[in-house]
């Protein structure tokens, strides 16, 4: 009897004419499609004498701090996307960045034999769990301390907290608020420091009251909009703000807006991601521009090269990022 080869989705899709996406879904029960598409495609699978059982389906996990940060959820649709392209399925776990959820989903990937991690998050902890795993484990964006044995992929965070905060001393800020989250992971820290260089390369006072931390906050609009009221309030005096993403930098404008001050007249604004946040926003913000699509190509690619070798490797790549001036500047 001739064995039964494991499913190619990308066969089945050009067979069939529908999409990989489909196929997949199709293949996985997971709805979205006709009667007259299941039918379709499932004699295809029958014909070419496949099996359907979902444990020959590799899974890629990817952990994501925060789904509701459109700059995460935006990137792992794109990988998502790219994988299926490839073949694989993807189980995505937001973990709201607690430790304890992070170790949990890691856990469940390695019970569901993943065939690797993407990893958003680059705790201590986690990197103790990827040095263990039998699978290859990626991290992108918030990348560990400790990078040795790992693929790590980041964008310049230092530079882009350098440049947003140039940007506005050289518009005539002198007194700059700084918006982020206090805590160890790179980005956040590298921002920060990007910050505080550019103040103190140009000269400018660093006040405590200027820097803002929202802490791990579920609303980070709201809770921004609620500090930066406050700060009006209290009457301390700022000309330009540097918030450390785009979501952040919108809830500052709204706060100005609702305190009577104009923007980018009395008050000037950036952010950091380039999501489309910028775009709905009055004045239209600007912000340090990460490319999704380079991270997502580049993250993929070393990630199958490193499938393909069956062997750890190590490389740690820097993405540039870029200036994008519009109205709040």
Not at 219 to 227: P, S
Request: proline letters at 4%.
């Amino acid at each position: 009897m001739k064995p039964k080869k494991e499913i190619s989705i990308r066969d089945i899709a050009v067979r069939s004419g529908y999409s990989t996406a489909t196929v997949s879904r199709v293949l996985n029960h997971r709805g979205g499609y006709s009667e007259e598409t299941e039918q379709k495609i499932m004699e295809i699978v029958k014909e070419s004498d496949y099996s359907t059982g979902i444990q020959t389906l590799q899974t890629v996990g990817i952990l994501v701090p925060d789904l509701t940060n459109e700059w995460f959820a935006d990137v792992a649709r794109r990988l998502e996307q790219e994988l299926l392209i490839r073949g694989y399925h993807c189980s995505i776990c937001s973990t709201g960045e607690d430790p304890s959820r992070e170790n949990f989903c890691f856990e469940g990937f390695a019970a569901l034999r993943a065939a690797a991690v993407i990893s958003f998050l680059g705790s201590k902890e986690l990197v103790s769990l990827a040095r263990k795993a039998p699978f290859p484990v990626v991290f992108i964006d918030q990348v560990p301390d400790e990078k040795k044995g790992f693929l790590c992929l980041e964008f310049d965070n230092y530079l882009g907290g350098y440049m947003a905060t140039e940007l506005l001393i050289r518009k005539g800020c002198r007194r700059i608020l700084y918006i982020g989250w206090h805590q160890p992971m790179s980005v956040s820290r590298f921002r920060q420091q990007g910050y505080s260089d550019a103040l103190k390369e140009y000269g400018l006072e660093q006040n405590p009251e200027w820097i803002l931390d929202i802490g791990n906050s579920v609303n980070q609009y709201e809770r921004t909009r609620n500090l930066v009221y406050y700060t009006v309030r209290k009457r301390i005096p700022f000309d330009g703000i540097f918030a450390s993403n785009d979501l952040r930098a919108s809830g500052a404008l709204e706060a100005l807006k609702q305190s009577g001050i104009d923007v980018p007249s009395q008050v000037k604004i950036i952010g950091f991601d380039d999501t489309t946040t910028c775009c709905q926003c009055y004045p239209a913000l600007s912000t340090v521009r990460q490319d999704a699509d380079a991270l997502v190509r580049n993250t993929v690619e070393l990630l199958f090269r490193q499938l393909k070798q069956r062997a750890r490797l190590s490389k740690h790549l820097v993405l540039p990022v870029s200036l994008v001036e519009r109205g709040t500047t």
